[in-house]
């Protein structure tokens, strides 16, 4: 039996894989499992990691390439005897002393989330939390240095009860990519559990491994999409109704703007995609948000209280016109 389960998603496994195994063999604490999801690709024969410490109880899993949440889902099932939960990115480095803080942060509070004192190396931000505003915008990687406050916890490093974990019937699968972190911490935040930060656990982050390679637009793409889906699902109905409107318009207007700074008209097609999408989708998202919804005991106003009141959008809008 383990205190801790790491499960570690790669959908490139490589220098950043090796180097994130070698700071988990160097942890002071020692009870924990490591199982790390092959996510579209092949599970080398063995760990490119060095082979000292704690790392002779990994579990490796290939799985077809279906997104963060649906792999990290997939490596939760795998864990029979563990109480808590923390999945990783590849790109990330633990300190020696990041698992047992955590660890204690857990024990101390098994009814919140926790994130690492995270270090994003891409953004040069030093983060206890992420912001979100009302409008459901999100993301350092589009809205960099817009937005504040400590709304969802980072899906770099995410630590949690397994009890957690269960009873938020995991991550959204069908986000593939960006915004699950964002949902999680939402869903968690409407069920009345905490978003916190373990101050003394520190890990770095690299960033932006897994999405190199997609080009700008298709990120916009994804991060909008989700962010519709998300405010669906998560939002009472009063307030979804004006915030997706609100956001919709915001995100078409961003969408102009990027198509005509750029010239290029992949934004604008990126956005009516989006919004295909969710009319698409929408059955399945209702019947999400009516399970959301049924679940909750926190409302829309101390939710809230934790987002970021002033449009992340206009604020990326404002710097790029004005360059402030």
């Known amino acids: 039996m383990t205190g801790l389960a790491v499960v570690i998603v ?20 020692t009870e924990f499992e490591v ?14 990691s060095p082979t000292k410490g704690h790392l002779g109880q990994t579990r490796l899993i290939t799985a077809a390439n279906r ?4 792999a990290c889902n997939i490596g939760a099932r795998y864990v029979y005897s563990a109480t808590y ?65 400590r709304f969802y916890v980072s899906g770099a490093s995410i630590a949690m009860s397994k009890k957690i974990f269960d009873s938020l019937r995991g991550f959204d699968e069908e986000l593939f990519l960006y ?7 939402w869903r968690a935040r409407l069920m009345g ?50 915030r997706v409107t609100v ?10 703007f990027f198509t005509i700074s750029a010239r290029r008209i992949s934004y604008v097609t990126s956005t009516c995609r989006a919004f295909m999408w969710n009319l698409l989708e929408l059955k399945g998202t209702l019947m999400e948000r009516y399970r959301v919804q049924r679940s909750r005991i926190q409302d829309d106003a101390a939710v809230e209280r934790s987002m970021s009141k002033f449009s992340m959008d206009l604020c990326v809008l404002k710097k790029h016109i004005i360059g402030t």
């Open 85 to 149: 939960l923390v999945f990783l990115n590849d790109d990330t480095e633990l300190h020696p002393d990041c698992l047992r803080s955590l660890y204690t942060s857990l024990t101390k509070d098994g009814n919140s989330i926790f994130q690492p004192l995270l270090f994003h190396e891409y953004a040069r931000r030093l983060m206890r939390g992420n912001p979100c505003d009302i409008y459901g915008a999100a993301g350092l990687g589009f809205y960099g240095n817009c937005g504040s406050g």
């Open 35 to 48: 199982t790390v999801i092959y996510s579209g690709c092949t599970a080398p024969d063995h760990l490119a």
């Open 179 to 185: 915004h699950d972190d964002v949902d999680l911490s």
């Open 67 to 70: 997104g963060y949440g649906a």
């Open 247 to 256: 956001a919709c318009t915001m995100i078409l207007a961003g969408a102009i």
């Open 193 to 242: 559990y905490g978003i916190s930060c373990s101050e003394s656990a520190l890990c770095l982050h690299t960033g932006a491994s897994s999405s190199k390679t997609i080009p700008h637009e298709v990120k916009f793409y994804l991060t909008q999409r989700n962010r519709i889906r998300v405010m669906i699902k998560n939002y009472s109905t009063r307030r979804m109704l004006l």
């Open 10 to 29: 790669t959908s490139n496994p490589g220098v950043n894989l090796t180097k994130c195994l070698a700071s988990l063999a160097k942890q002071s604490f």
